[in-house]
């Protein structure tokens, strides 16, 4: 009988073979058949992604609106300020001009860059190639003219342009219907959609976030802002809840209101931010956990025996 050789981990007890490889590869097979099923099952938010046809199939009327509030330059993303024009101030924090500071770096012309331009593309419409050679020669003020008084006509039959009174629109209304065709066709995803592969939906979303369907959606889904938007998701499913310390504040006045209120919760939570990075070198709140002792209820067990 050979002689047992005695080794470091030697031992009297029993042992048998164990396959380490084996094991894990089970355990990852069980894992994934269960991943897999569970997925299956329960699924993950997979919303689709809004796009033009969808709007304007939802909402055509919405759709010839907002082209109409481009061309009329009375649009959100128009009046935004930087990074986009120079037509706001954009938000202040008192006296600092943030978002003028920031400066355009990304110029956009709302009624040329969303509306004119992509309808420019569009060939063998001899109707549409008037319209935009009417609209083009005419003056600045003349297109404002004309687009605002459409908008404003619109405005007052609710936004149906089949009830609007007549006017002096020029190519406006025709403007209008070609944007809203264009979008029925679907040839405005790939005509916003920036560089080779339409990477860059900057145009794409302010124009869709000028209308009214984009937030509608969002406030279908409890998105919207005063809906604590910022911490959700999609459905049930869960958000971001570190961002509620800074969404908490868009939920009361009076930043609710606030037209600067991004700059003023900006500085507030960097000011907040500061005062705990500086918390142990301020005087006075720097003695509050000796002041408070939450800290002996924390460690209450190791004090009890501490003050005996």
């Known amino acids: 009988m050979r002689a047992k050789v005695a080794t470091p981990d030697s031992h009297d007890f029993p042992t048998r073979p164990y396959d380490l490889v084996k094991e894990g590869a089970i355990a990852f097979g069980v894992i994934l058949v269960l991943a897999l099923a569970l997925a299956a099952i329960f699924s993950s938010p997979d919303e689709k992604a809004i796009s033009f046809k969808a709007w304007a199939a939802a909402t055509p009327n919405d759709v010839i609106v907002t082209a109409v509030s481009e061309l009329a330059e009375t649009s959100g993303s128009a009046g935004y300020g930087a990074p986009y024009n120079t037509n706001s101030q954009g938000q202040t924090l008192g006296p600092l001009a943030l978002q003028r500071w920031g400066g355009v770096t990304v110029p956009i012309d709302s009624a040329n860059d969303l509306v004119i331009g992509p309808l420019g593309s569009v060939k063998g419409d001899t109707a549409l190639s008037g319209a935009l050679a009417q609209w083009k020669a005419a003056t600045a ?84 802002g005063d809906q604590w938007g910022m911490i959700n998701s999609t459905g049930n499913n869960p958000g971001q809840p570190w961002l509620a310390p800074v969404s908490f504040w868009y939920q009361i006045e009076p930043f609710k209101s606030s037209e600067n209120a991004d700059a003023i919760i900006f500085g507030m939570m960097g000011l907040l931010v500061l005062v705990v990075i500086l918390l142990p070198f301020i005087p006075g709140l720097r003695a509050i956990p000796e002041k408070i002792p939450v800290y002996r209820l924390v460690w209450r067990n190791y004090y009890r025996t501490q003050d005996k």
């Open 141 to 224: 003020d003349q297109q404002s003219a004309w687009a605002t008084a459409y908008a404003d006509a619109l405005d007052a039959a609710g936004g149906d342009p089949a009830a609007v009174a007549d006017g002096e629109y020029g190519p406006v209304p025709e403007l209008g219907t070609a944007f809203l065709t264009l979008a029925q066709s679907g040839g405005l995803e790939q005509l916003l959609a920036g560089g080779f592969y339409g990477g860059d939906q900057t145009k794409a979303l302010l124009l869709l976030s000028d209308g009214t369907y984009l937030e509608d959606q969002a406030v279908a889904r409890s998105l919207g």
